[in-house]
């Protein structure tokens, strides 16, 4: 079946948002689950994920099948009007698989073994593994694929193993004479020539296991996009399989957000739904724009309605201090998913276990039990869903910046023997959302070889690794009248790692009018650049410009660099050499997206207060405690609490309006 005939999250939803979240029934008694469905519908729950960590509960020994309990689940759920995603659950194997087959077991870079007892104890690369998750895949889609519940197939689970074992290190082989054709090809790719690590032959390659010093950042590079490929195949031959026995059902693998290990902009294009864990800390000041930029990643991932998969109710377990959501968090950051696009809220999970290594991480139903404050949120934000979602569902969201990331240039500039450890890729990142974000400026989130001509704008934080394609893209976009404003540390390195000559690609540098540049000077903690009006941080760079085309400069204020440009504009194209502080980036970010004719949402908000449009819908997300009063010119109808507003809105504590005209 081709992409454009397969299934979409639209055939799961049929109209609605849904709600729900990971339901685990094996770990309680089968009295519980009849409990748990009243409770469900009076929480206006439509959907639950099924089967997620049971590969041990339906095949307890190699070979047997027990579905009878899942065939009284799968009824149960039907018969209450709620649908299943149901999970293959191949994320976790059985203990006997890794005592019968060692084979199956990972090997870390200094060669231990992963054992079973927790989860994700699998390697990719084992046919042993894939043979016994087929099976059970297989199995679960001929005995359920009928099943009128079924909505949705969720391969697996947070895709996230590495392997440095035997069996990765000939898939890995094979992968590099898939990717280089000879060895000369390989060794002129990784630079061989540098250390004496020239290859006379294919069995001399490993993996980038434990060295004596540091290892090849190229062999590193691909062994990262090995490890992607290798998950990928994991997730599309079960993906097949489901497909082939239900063609009509989509099907979908959980993302974790700004996961480092898989190239997600790839794996994307595999999926029929894009879905994603989302786990902001709620004492975070920034938790809000945290989960901002990964709904508008995801949702320029899916093209459109994607499904937050998991979020915490309460608190998780895995931070040194794992504090609760104060009361209307939970429903706040919720909608704001479902503002940046999300057709579907889910949790991990719906009762919170009492055993385990997650029996502190919250459910929709927590330890409080029913009368607890958990619960009681959780059946207010399903009424407001139910009350929005046939209006929101399938509606779009606008955003005319797009700014820039690919996993390729985050792996590579993430490796030792760099200028800074401080410069790390995920937290630039942050700081151009966060400044686009508090300037109330809504953005997608674009590959660099992707199609920009739909834009006003394009950002690129920092792209230290660029394809010659991707570079190419960039000029086309400013020829054809884009505007582009990139970061320091961009298109340093070609696909190889290869530093660039010139310390930045030589087209990139007479787009943005610079010179030469002579040298970078990354900033030591808590150390600062004073520029024209803001100050630097983190680094800067020693440029000289092209007089003959700059047409305007910022420059650096003292020091080694003093009369130098900190920010280049030549034509469209700006270029920043410093990361400026907060503040000032937004402020310079703002005057260059209206120079391009893009607009806030909303002029005028308070502090605190988010604005996004989805279709003809306008979201206003309060993520502060004290009251605020929001100007809205015109009359609307709030759809939360139907009543009619007209030129101002009073938002509460964490509270939220979603306006129809």
Not at 406 to 430: C, E, I, K, M, T
Request: with cysteine.
């Amino acid at each position: 079946m081709t992409s454009e005939n397969r299934p979409t999250l639209h055939d799961a939803t049929r109209g609605r948002v849904l709600f729900g979240g990971d339901y685990n029934p094996e770990q309680w008694p089968e009295e519980t689950w009849h409990e748990d469905v009243r409770l469900m519908r009076d929480a206006s729950v439509t959907s639950v994920t099924l089967g997620v960590f049971s590969w041990s509960k339906l095949e307890p020994t190699p070979g047997a099948r027990e579905f009878g309990w899942l065939d009284r689940l799968m009824d149960l759920m039907h018969d209450n009007g709620i649908g299943v995603v149901l999970a293959t659950p191949t994320s976790s194997p059985p203990p006997w698989l890794g005592r019968l087959h060692p084979d199956t077991l990972p090997r870390t870079e200094d060669g231990r073994t992963e054992w079973w007892g927790g989860r994700q104890h699998f390697s990719h690369s084992s046919a042993t593994y894939r043979r016994y998750a087929a099976a059970i895949t297989e199995d679960l889609a001929a005995r359920y694929g009928t099943h009128p519940a079924l909505t949705l197939w969720h391969i697996n689970n947070e895709y996230c193993t590495y392997d440095y074992g035997d069996e990765a290190a000939a898939a890995f082989r094979r992968w590099l004479r898939d990717r280089y054709g000879t060895l000369d090809a390989l060794n002129t790719a990784w630079g061989t020539a540098f250390w004496s690590q020239g290859y006379d032959t294919w069995d001399g390659v490993l993996p980038p296991r434990t060295p004596h010093y540091l290892s090849n950042p190229t062999q590193v590079l691909d062994f990262r996009r090995f490890t992607s490929d290798m998950l990928l195949e994991c997730y599309t031959a079960e993906r097949d399989i489901v497909a082939r026995h239900t063609p009509h059902i989509p099907v979908t693998t959980n993302f974790m957000p700004l996961f480092f290990g898989v190239d997600a902009w790839r794996w994307a294009g595999e999926e029929d739904v894009v879905s994603v864990d989302l786990y902001p800390d709620p004492r975070d000041p920034l938790g809000p724009q945290h989960g901002a930029l990964v709904q508008d990643l995801t949702r320029s991932q899916a093209r459109g309605p994607w499904m937050l998969m998991e979020q915490a109710a309460g608190a998780v377990d895995w931070r040194p201090v794992n504090h609760p959501k104060p009361r209307g968090m939970n429903r706040l950051w919720s909608l704001q998913a479902v503002a940046r696009g999300a057709d579907a809220v889910c949790y991990f999970q719906w009762r919170q276990s009492r055993q385990g290594a997650e029996k502190f991480h919250s459910g929709m139903v927590g330890h409080a039990g029913e009368r607890g404050r958990t619960y009681q949120e959780t059946r207010q934000l399903g009424a407001d869903l139910a009350r929005i979602g046939p209006e929101t569902a399938g509606g779009g969201v606008r955003a005319d910046i797009a700014v820039l990331h690919d996993w390729h240039a985050w792996w590579a500039s993430s490796q030792p023997g760099r200028l800074s450890d401080r410069v790390d890729h995920p937290v630039v990142l942050h700081a151009w959302h966060r400044a686009l974000w508090e300037a109330d400026l809504t953005t997608d989130f674009a590959h660099p070889e992707h199609d920009l001509s739909g834009y006003r704008l394009v950002v690129v934080p920092q792209l230290y690794l660029l394809t010659d394609a991707a570079i190419d893209n960039l000029l086309a976009y400013v020829r054809g009248g884009g505007t582009l404003v990139s970061g320091f540390l961009t298109g340093v390195a070609d696909e190889d790692d290869r530093v660039r000559a010139g310390g930045m690609d030589a087209r990139l540098r007479e787009l943005f009018g610079i010179r030469t540049l002579h040298e970078w000077w990354p900033l030591e903690q808590g150390e600062t650049v004073a520029c024209d009006g803001f100050t630097g941080t983190l680094w800067s760079e020693e440029i000289e410009a092209d007089e003959d085309t700059v047409d305007e400069t910022i420059p650096y204020k003292g020091g080694e660099l003093d009369g130098l440009p900190a920010v280049l504009r030549t034509g469209r194209a700006w270029y920043l050499s410093t990361l400026p502080e907060p503040e000032a980036l937004r402020a310079l970010l703002a005057r260059i997206a209206a120079g391009a004719g893009v607009r806030p949402v909303l002029d005028g908000l308070p502090a605190d207060v988010e604005a996004v449009r989805r279709g003809e819908l306008l979201f206003l997300l309060h993520h502060g405690c004290e009251p605020v009063t929001v100007e809205v010119p015109g009359t609307h109808t709030d759809l939360l609490t139907g009543t009619t507003v007209t030129d101002t809105l009073t938002l509460g504590r964490y509270g939220a309006a979603v306006l129809r005209p």
